[in-house]
């Protein structure tokens, strides 16, 4: 049932995609189709940011900037 959902031809963005859970949604919506756009802020507890990183997921992962 779960193995016949695709998403081909739609986008996705998530975020907080650098780890954890975001991680794995961004990879299991790639992997069943979807183009996905993510984001990571790379932040802190105290909401300091390590820098930002857009990254986009078709079928194989890619870095366009």
């Not at 993510?38 to 932040?43: A, P």
């Not at 105290?46 to 900037?65: D, E, M, W, Y």
Request: aromatic content about 10%; glycine content about 16%; cysteine-free.
């Amino acid at each position: 049932m779960v193995q016949d959902l695709r998403f081909d031809g739609q986008t996705v963005v998530v975020t907080g995609a650098g780890a954890g859970l975001g991680k794995e949604y961004a990879l299991f919506f790639a992997s069943r189709g979807a183009n996905v756009v993510v984001n990571d802020l790379g932040g802190t507890f105290n909401g300091v940011g390590a820098g930002t990183q857009v990254r986009l997921f078709s079928h194989a992962p890619r870095k366009i900037f």
